[in-house]
């Protein structure tokens, strides 16, 4: 694995290109301002648990083109063989400091369909060359701590360890899920290195190669037993499970014998609700009510759901590939779209794009979402433009269809989701000075999701919770829309 020193690479070529272009045209300086959101929740669930902020931050705060990225290059060439970028641009390059506002809303949060998890105001050619890294970071993330909530979630508040790695998408996605799944809710990671870098806890066992390098089962526990007594959950379905767990019994007492208890086991093959009820009953009888059955086998929210109305009796939930890879959905979709650019005279300007598919029309502006409660209840999600205030009829229009409007109750209070991160490049002093470590990120997506309605949590066919556009706002658009269109026609 050779990583590299800068990161600025990390990148599609257009961005480059279109960079280049900024800054041929004078128009490098100019202010703008980017919004990075997803259409549709992740999984046809409810919600999204935002997460990749904090190496997001790290990648920005780090971003530099160094003398290797610049060497590359310049050996890029057009369709002509000649140079794709000239000398003066590669030396704008080598003198760039990202000079972005950064706003966010904060890792745990929970999100919602078109609502901004980060934006980007600043320098036009900037705000630009950092597209595809933010989404790269942020999209994934965001998409295996969504999906680690929903698993924590069916497990009803059993632990559940995230086993990724071996089938992860790479040393970098292997680290990355596991961080983004402790943040969704689990309890530790088999991933060694990931319990260095992000303090994460880590749990293991034994793989069935360690009873089969044996003579028979019981010697390969006894084995164990031996080398580690203060970690033993052994594991049972190498020949025959329930005999497995006879044999963890039998291996258990001598332990209990020597002032050691046995963990517990794990069945990793089979019928996971017969065989844990009867391991159950064998643990029992033999004296170890309290040893844990633990699970893996290809598990995911949906068969979690199912061996739990099975009345199985497991205690711990180790899920692997379908947690580390998203397995049922690889990609959150997150997209990042121009809102808005300041004019000659430093005004703002909103900008929309228009498309055949309704739901892939912007919301033009400079946007925040402020969360409206009324007492302790989640009332709807507000879309406003914060360079015009949120107009005084406090309604929001569904982004979909402009019919579907709610007013805020008298008496909600709102919040915005979108806090200072970065100013001018750099940190700001409240986000700089605040705990917001990992383990603060992922109390707030406990307590967030804890806030939500049932109806929005559950796993089939959610409730939507409210989110819309501020009607002044949804107005202002249409009329977008509308001078656009009448604009094209009349070119036709």
């Known amino acids: 694995m050779n990583t590299p020193a800068s990161l600025a690479l990390l990148t599609d070529l257009y961005q480059l290109t279109m960079a280049f272009g900024c800054w041929k045209l004078g128009r490098a300086e100019r202010e703008a301002v980017f919004h990075l959101f997803f259409r549709k929740p992740p999984f046809a669930g409810g919600y999204a648990v935002a997460a990749g902020l904090g190496p997001a931050i790290e990648y920005l705060q780090d971003f530099r083109f160094d003398e290797s990225d610049l060497a590359y290059l310049a050996t890029l060439t057009g369709n002509d063989d000649r140079p794709l970028f000239e000398e003066g641009f590669l030396a704008y390059l080598q003198q760039l400091r990202?000079?972005?506002?950064?706003?966010?809303?904060?890792?745990?949060?929970?999100?919602?369909?078109?609502?901004?998890l980060v934006r980007v105001t600043g320098p036009m050619l900037q705000c630009q060359i950092l597209e595809t890294a933010l989404l790269n970071i942020i999209n994934f993330q965001t998409l295996i701590a969504t999906k680690a909530a929903r698993i924590c979630m069916a497990t009803g508040g059993e632990p559940v360890l995230e086993f990724g790695l071996r089938r992860a998408q790479g040393v970098d996605g292997g680290l990355t899920a596991s961080r983004a799944a402790y943040l969704g809710g689990c309890a530790a990671t088999s991933n060694v290195l990931a319990g260095k870098q992000y303090g994460i806890p880590v749990k293991g066992t034994h793989a069935h190669s360690w009873v089969m390098s044996f003579d028979d089962e019981l010697a390969a526990f006894d084995g164990y037993a031996e080398a580690m007594p203060n970690n033993c959950v052994f594991l049972v379905d190498t020949y025959d499970t329930l005999e497995g767990v006879r044999n963890a019994v039998e291996v258990g007492r001598r332990l209990r014998d020597q002032g050691h208890e046995m963990v517990g086991i794990r069945l990793d093959s089979g019928d996971l609700a017969y065989l844990s009820i009867e391991a159950r009953k064998i643990l029992d009888a033999g004296g170890f009510p309290n040893a844990t059955i633990v699970a893996s086998n290809d598990l995911d929210e949906h068969i979690i759901e199912s061996l739990k109305s099975q009345g199985a009796k497991i205690a711990v939930w180790g899920v692997g590939t379908k947690l580390a890879t998203a397995y049922d959905q690889p990609a959150l979709g997150g997209v990042y779209k121009l809102g808005a650019m300041k004019d000659n005279a430093g005004e703002w300007r909103p900008k929309v794009k228009l498309s055949e598919q309704a739901a892939k029309t912007t919301i033009p502006g400079v946007l925040q979402v402020r969360r409206f409660l009324n007492g302790d209840k989640l009332t709807g999600d507000m879309i406003y433009d914060e360079t015009r205030g949120i107009d005084t009829r406090e309604i929001i229009v569904d982004v979909k269809d402009g019919n579907r409007r709610k007013r805020m109750p008298a008496g909600a209070v709102g919040a915005?989701?979108?806090?200072?991160?970065?100013?001018?490049?750099?940190?700001?002093?409240?986000?700089?000075d605040s705990d917001e470590t990992l383990e603060v990120a992922r109390k707030r997506a406990t307590d967030a999701l804890a806030g939500l309605?049932?109806?929005i949590r559950r796993l089939l066919n959610p409730h939507e919770h409210p989110v819309g556009i501020d009607v002044g706002l949804h107005e202002r658009r249409d009329q977008m829309i509308r001078e656009v269109r009448w604009d094209f026609a009349e070119q036709a």
């Not at 949060?109 to 901004?116: I, M």
Request: proline share 10%; net charge negative.
């Open 98 to 116: 990202l000079a972005v506002d950064i706003d966010a809303m904060p890792e745990g949060t929970v999100a919602f369909a078109q609502e901004p």
């Open 453 to 455: 309605d049932p109806s």
């Open 416 to 432: 915005d989701l979108l806090v200072p991160v970065m100013r001018g490049g750099k940190l700001t002093s409240s986000f700089a």
